[in-house]
């Protein structure tokens, strides 16, 4: 009688890099003022939901854009936003039950052009990296009473479930005492941190930190400049089934919506800054798993077939959280910078970092200046990778140089792929009966499950006999091989 266990592990079943071009067609509300210059255009696109049928995985997500810009009537800094849905369909070969995906959404870049006061075009060009894990059920004999089996010992990684959640947020802050009351907002820079981690039975709480940097314009003739920063704490309990305590989660956090405005504080005055939102969090929670696979069987009395299944695990695994520190330097053409007035550092790709700061220029306007240098980043299976903190320097009239700290979770392994019994057929034919005594000389790095499948014994019977502790021959020697 056969004992026969079903394996279902979460495999990579689809791994690719989709483009997504998308041309929008902006044009200002009725509140908004004409534009005579736009200083920034910037372009937040991040997912929503994703669904899996007929072998289709198709992602819902919005691109959020945001524009500052000169205002033709008063000459003064204006803002406007539009919000955008986008959809994608992916065609995945094959048809998969117990689908979990992991996505995440890697900005490439983005032009404009002013058609007239009131319209921009738009062109917006991102990847959406998508990980697609499914379970493949594989059958494999653990035990039977008519033959010897072989029971390998593997230690793997094993993914045990994903989940996209979002966390909201509404704060306000003052803004510096000694700042004239708000008249605009006009930029938004946020950074992300996963602080804290917890898991208990099938639940799971995210602890996130955004710290938002906001430059505004003051209710004054000169329109002075000011900045306003704020720190937001994040919790989110989400609910992942089979996962438990000693499980490891890698996290990514993605900006969602964001709204940001000024408020009146108790004295009627506009120094009060309200932001609104949310954090797209990304989850996936890995478990280190020992097992024992069948990969061989034979009986000592009859002739066996053995029908023989894969299985690919995530072997040699480990998680690592770390810190990785350097510098590097962004070099801006036909601009003179003189003063940084705000200044944002995002790892934008995985290999990347995408620097963007509002400067002054040596006649003293505002410019938004942005660039993406490649440096050297830790190189992992799955990696969750923030800026943690970072300085910078004005080297020259066209270069900032920046030191930065980079905190990383991520999860390393090799594939490996498993042969395992799935079912044994003994068939009619009877084999010899083995002699009760072999001498044998057995190479180095023999296995004695090979030497003994050969002579139709069992190892463990040589083991005993030649008072051998391993599985394995580390020299040349005789051995003395006993029948069953």
């Known amino acids: 009688m056969e004992n026969i266990r079903e394996l279902r592990e979460k495999c990579g079943v689809f791994?690719?890099?989709?483009?997504?071009?998308?041309?929008?067609?902006?044009?200002?509300?009725?509140?908004?003022?004409?534009?005579?210059?736009?200083?920034?255009?910037?372009?937040?696109?991040?997912?929503?939901?994703?669904?899996?049928?007929?072998?289709?995985?198709?992602?819902?997500?919005?691109?959020?854009?945001?524009?500052?810009?000169?205002s033709e009537t008063s000459s003064c800094l204006t803002t406007a936003d539009f919000e955008e849905d986008f959809q994608k369909s992916i065609n995945i070969e094959g048809t998969y039950d117990d689908v979990c995906s992991d996505i995440l959404v890697i900005n490439r870049y983005s032009n404009f052009r002013v058609i007239n006061q009131r319209r921009i075009d738009i062109h917006n060009a991102f990847a959406l990296n998508v990980r697609l894990c499914a379970c493949t059920p594989v059958k494999m004999v653990e035990t039977t009473e008519n033959a010897l089996v072989r029971r390998d010992t593997v230690n793997y990684i094993s993914l045990i479930g994903t989940a996209f959640s979002r966390g909201e947020f509404d704060e306000e802050t003052p803004v510096p005492a000694d700042s004239d009351p708000v008249r605009k907002i006009i930029n938004v820079f946020s950074a992300l941190h996963c602080e804290e981690t917890k898991i208990i039975k099938n639940k799971m709480l995210v602890k996130a930190t955004a710290e938002f940097s906001v430059l505004y314009t003051t209710d004054t003739?000169?329109?002075?400049?000011?900045?306003?920063?704020?720190?937001?704490?994040?919790?989110?309990?989400?609910?992942?089934?089979?996962?438990?305590?000693?499980?490891?989660?890698?996290?990514?956090?993605?900006?969602?919506?964001?709204?940001?405005?000024?408020?009146?504080?108790?004295?009627?005055?506009?120094?009060?800054?309200?932001?609104?939102?949310?954090?797209?969090?990304?989850?996936?929670?890995?478990?280190?798993?020992?097992?024992?696979?069948?990969?061989?069987a034979y009986a000592t009395d009859v002739e066996t077939n053995n029908t023989m299944s894969k299985i690919t695990l995530n072997t040699n695994g480990d998680f690592i959280n770390d810190v990785a520190s350097g510098k590097t330097a962004f070099q801006f053409d036909n601009i003179k910078i003189a003063e940084i007035v705000d200044i944002s550092l995002i790892v934008c790709d995985g290999k990347s970092l995408e620097l963007t700061a509002f400067v002054r220029n040596t006649k003293g306007e505002l410019v938004c200046v942005s660039r993406r240098q490649e440096v050297e980043m830790v190189d992992y299976?799955?990696?969750?990778?923030?800026?943690?903190?970072?300085?910078?320097?004005?080297?020259?009239?066209?270069?900032?140089?920046?030191?930065y700290l980079l905190e990383y979770s991520a999860v390393g392994y090799s594939e490996k792929t498993y042969s395992v019994v799935s079912e044994i057929k003994q068939t009619d034919k009877v084999m010899p009966d083995s002699p009760a005594l072999v001498v044998y000389f057995a190479n180095r790095n023999e296995e004695l499950w090979d030497i003994a499948k050969k002579f139709r014994t069992s190892a463990e019977l040589i083991k005993t006999e030649n008072e051998l502790t391993d599985d394995v021959i580390t020299s040349r020697r005789i051995l003395l091989i006993p029948g069953m």
Request: charged share 25%; glycine share 4%.
């Open 221 to 296: 003739e000169n329109e002075a400049i000011r900045k306003c920063e704020k720190s937001v704490s994040i919790s989110k309990i989400i609910d992942i089934n089979d996962i438990d305590e000693g499980d490891n989660a890698l996290v990514n956090l993605a900006q969602g919506s964001i709204y940001v405005k000024p408020k009146p504080d108790k004295n009627n005055e506009l120094k009060m800054i309200e932001i609104i939102g949310e954090i797209n969090i990304n989850v996936s929670v890995y478990r280190k798993v020992t097992t024992a696979l069948t990969t061989d």
């Open 15 to 70: 791994t690719k890099c989709v483009d997504v071009d998308l041309d929008f067609q902006e044009n200002l509300m009725a509140y908004n003022e004409d534009m005579l210059k736009i200083i920034r255009c910037c372009i937040n696109n991040y997912v929503v939901n994703t669904d899996y049928a007929n072998g289709v995985l198709t992602v819902y997500g919005k691109s959020k854009i945001f524009l500052t810009y000169i």
């Open 381 to 403: 299976n799955i990696c969750s990778i923030y800026v943690k903190s970072f300085d910078y320097v004005i080297n020259s009239e066209n270069e900032i140089g920046v030191r």
